[in-house]
Nanobody, 118 residues
Framework: QVQLVESGGGLVQPGGSLRLSCAAS????????MAWYRQAPGKERELVAA?????EYADSVKGRSTISRDNAKNTVSLQMNSLKPEDTAVYYC??????????????WGQGTQVTVSS
């Protein structure tokens, strides 16, 4: 079993910053990629940022966000700056990995709420 635990969500004013973190633990052989997705009320889940051998960002957060990863600790972080009300959503961490039993799978965290409001 693999668990992903997110932290760092909360309420922030427009223009503020927030750092989300996600830690993966359990039967992990190798993590190939980690990513952050978000889902706003009434909308589909969308990719925010991903990191493997390279990084990828949604156009809506490019220039305002930075994804980083600590391979030794199996963690991924998302630093978000200049936050806007439209960034309000539940943010989910995802990991694509090979387990100790050599299964290639993707896991999701439970999500953390980010609310941008004055």
């Amino acid at each position: 079993q693999v668990q992903l635990v997110e932290s760092g969500g909360g309420l922030v004013q427009p223009g503020g910053s927030l750092r989300l973190s996600c830690a993966a633990s359990g039967s992990i052989f190798r993590i190939h990629a980690m990513a952050w997705y978000r889902q706003a009320p009434g909308k589909e889940r969308e990719l925010v940022a991903a990191i493997s051998s390279r990084t990828e960002y949604a156009d809506s957060v490019k220039g305002r966000s930075t994804i980083s990863r600590d391979n030794a600790k199996n963690t991924v972080s998302l630093q978000m700056n200049s936050l806007k009300p439209e960034d309000t959503a539940v943010y989910y961490c995802q990991a694509t990995l090979t387990t100790m039993t050599q299964r290639f799978v993707s896991y999701w965290g439970q999500g953390t709420q980010v609310t941008v409001s004055s």
